[in-house]
């Protein structure tokens, strides 16, 4: 009986340091990640990482990035596409915090080098219209809770070193890359597009109209709406839950391209509305 006791207490004792390491370990890679997005440099060393950590580092990031990039407004949805999922050998998305600074118009050029490693990333933004959404089980549904849809080409951040392997929860860490995006006029919402946003057909293209990057709806989990249907599972998995007027990244419509300084992309939605849908960002 007394050695059992005595074991017990060495295993809470040892039970008790562990939130402390984790914390530490979270608050020195949170530091250093913020020192790295403001230098714009990549980052190496979360290769093995673990998911609780991960997450931590996230949380305690976003906090810190607050004073150069503004509050929480929403939300960001990765690994959106199966062929991520199985590159980086995972079953399911990952998700980032979007903050208010990181959002812009297209009014002015965007520096070409607005990050350690910029992509330009097809996207789309669904506006939360009500708390209703949390409960949705199918784009439908979702649908019906949305106060509109945006266009968005998401400039988003690598981040990680070309030496360091992606992983999930390196992903995770880093906010899933979220920097800068740009936003275009509100889509209204009618129950149609819940079909749509599926079979409608997303692309980006340069200045000369090549073709940088094309893709289906279907490409974001079979339908863009599912990712707001995982973030709000996701969420609610933590004790949190989507709110009204929250954005919400819904992921990339094919591969990532890198910005050209001085050139220009358009993404253009078919078959989302009657006419395409377009949005034009320039770099300098």
Request: hydrophobic letters at 50%; proline letters at 7%; one cysteine or more.
């Amino acid at each position: 009986m007394r050695k059992a006791m005595q074991w017990a207490l060495a295993l809470a004792a040892l039970m008790g340091t562990m939130p402390a390491v984790a914390a530490e370990d979270c608050a020195a890679t949170a530091a250093r990640l913020a020192e790295a997005w403001r230098a714009k440099a990549p980052v190496t060393g979360l290769s093995g990482i673990d998911a609780a950590t991960a997450a931590c580092v996230q949380k305690t990031l976003v906090q810190d990035l607050a004073a150069d990039a503004g509050q929480p407004v929403g939300y960001k949805v990765g690994l959106t596409s199966q062929a991520m999922q199985d590159r980086l050998g995972v079953g399911h998305p990952v998700s980032g915090v979007l903050l208010g600074g990181m959002l812009r118009e297209p009014i002015t050029p965007i520096p070409a080098d607005f990050a350690a490693r910029p992509m330009v990333e097809a996207d789309l933004v669904a506006v939360i219209g009500d708390d209703g959404v949390n409960q949705a089980k199918t784009p439908g549904e979702v649908l019906a809770h949305l106060a509109a849809l945006q266009p968005f080409i998401e400039l988003s951040d690598l981040v990680l070193a070309p030496t360091e392997k992606p992983t999930a929860e390196a992903i995770t860490a880093i906010n899933v890359g979220a920097r800068l995006g740009v936003l275009g006029p509100a889509i209204p919402i009618e129950p149609s597009l819940a079909d749509r946003l599926a079979t409608m057909k997303v692309s980006l293209t340069d200045e000369t109209g090549k073709v940088l990057t094309e893709a289906p709806g279907s490409a974001v989990l079979g339908n863009p709406l599912n990712a707001v249907i995982w973030l709000a599972q996701d969420l609610a998995a933590r004790g949190e839950a989507l709110q009204p007027g929250q954005r919400v990244s819904l992921g990339s419509f094919g591969a990532p391209t890198g910005p050209t300084r001085g050139g220009v992309v358009t993404l253009r939605y078919d078959g989302l509305l009657l006419a395409p849908v377009t949005l034009v960002v320039r770099f300098e």
